[in-house]
C-alpha cells in the first residue's frame, strides 16, 4: 500500500510546489503590468527624466544598463571561459586545483554588496579609474566570473571522454581538440550560462552604488570615464528615496516592467542560442 502511495505522493507534492511557484510568479507579473503598463509608452522608453524625475523617461537608465552588461561580458567572458577550458582540459586532480574550485564555488555565494566594496577598493581607488560606467562594468564582470567559469566546465564535463578520444586519434592535438571539438558540442550550455549570468549582473544594484551609478544624468551615456543611470538604481531610487514617492510610483512600476522586459530577452536570448546549436 505504501508504495502504491509514494508515486502519488511525490507527483501531488511536485505539482503542488510547481503550482505555488508559478502562482506566485504569475501575481507578480500581474501587479507589474496592471500597474506600469499604463504609464509605458514610447516618449516613457526614448526620453531623458525631466522635472526632478517626476515626468520624461528613462532613456539614460537604458542606456547605462546595456553599456553596462556589455562592458561586464568584456571583461568576465573571455577570462570566465578560458579559466573553465584550463580546469577541465588541462588541470590535473590535484589539491591545488580542488583548493581553486572550492574557491570559485565560494565566491559565488559572496554577497554582491562586497563585491561593490571590493570594486570600490581597487577599480575606483587603487586603479583611480573614478566612479564610473568602466569600474562598475569591471566590478559586475567580478561578480559574474565564478557563475560563468562554473557553467562552462559544468558544460565541458558533459561532452563524453570518446569525443576527445576520437579527435586525438586522427592525429589532432589536445587544443585543437578542445577548438574544434569539444567547444562546438559545448557552445549552448557555454552561451546559456554565459547569458543567463548577464542577466543576472544587469539586475544588481550593490555592486554600482559603489562605483560609478548616479542619481540623475540629463543625457544618455556615452563615455567610460563617466557616472551613469542603470535600471536597478533607477527603480530603487523611485520606489524608496525620491521626494515624491507617491508621485512617481506608476513610473516605479514602469521601470520595474522595463527591466522585467531587458532581463526576460536576454533569457530568452539564451534559450533560443541552446535550441538553435542543439538542433545542428
Not at 16 to 44: H, N, Q, R, Y
Not at 94 to 101: D, V
Not at 155 to 178: D, H, K, N, V, Y
Not at 219 to 227: A, D, F, I, K, V
Request: hydrophobic share 50%; aromatic share 8%; net charge positive.
Amino acid at each position: 500500500m505504501i508504495k502504491k502511495l509514494t508515486p502519488v505522493i511525490e507527483w501531488g507534492t511536485l505539482l503542488l510546489t510547481t503550482g505555488t511557484v508559478c502562482f506566485f510568479l504569475v501575481a507578480i507579473l500581474w501587479d507589474l503590468v496592471s500597474k506600469g503598463a499604463p504609464s509605458l509608452s514610447w516618449e516613457f522608453v526614448s526620453s531623458i527624466p525631466r522635472e526632478g524625475m517626476t515626468k520624461g523617461g528613462i532613456l539614460p537608465a537604458i542606456t547605462g544598463t546595456i553599456l553596462l552588461t556589455l562592458i561586464t561580458a568584456a571583461a568576465a567572458v573571455p577570462f570566465g571561459v578560458s579559466c573553465a577550458v584550463y580546469l577541465n582540459e588541462y588541470a590535473t586532480d590535484s589539491a591545488l586545483n580542488r583548493l581553486i574550485r572550492a574557491s570559485i564555488r565560494n565566491l559565488a555565494g559572496v554577497p554582491s554588496i562586497i563585491y561593490g566594496l571590493f570594486g570600490l577598493a581597487l577599480f575606483v581607488q587603487a586603479l583611480q579609474m573614478g566612479t564610473s560606467l568602466l569600474a562598475a562594468g569591471l566590478t559586475l564582470g567580478l561578480l559574474s566570473l565564478p557563475y560563468i567559469i562554473t557553467t562552462t566546465e559544468e558544460a565541458l564535463r558533459r561532452i563524453p571522454a570518446s569525443t576527445r578520444e576520437g579527435a586525438l586519434a586522427i592525429g589532432a592535438t589536445q587544443f585543437e581538440s578542445i577548438r574544434d571539438v569539444v567547444m562546438p558540442s559545448a557552445l549552448p550550455g557555454i552561451l546559456t550560462g554565459v547569458v543567463l549570468s548577464l542577466s543576472r549582473a544587469a539586475g544588481e544594484t550593490a555592486p554600482i552604488l559603489f562605483t560609478g551609478v548616479a542619481f540623475y544624468i540629463n543625457s544618455p551615456t556615452g563615455s567610460l570615464n563617466q557616472e551613469f543611470m542603470a535600471l536597478p538604481y533607477h527603480l530603487y531610487m523611485l520606489s524608496t528615496q525620491h521626494h515624491a514617492i507617491e508621485e512617481v510610483r506608476p513610473l516605479a512600476y514602469s521601470t520595474a516592467l522595463v527591466l522585467i522586459i531587458v532581463v526576460f530577452l536576454l533569457n530568452l536570448t539564451a534559450f533560443y542560442i541552446r535550441y538553435k546549436h542543439s538542433k545542428k
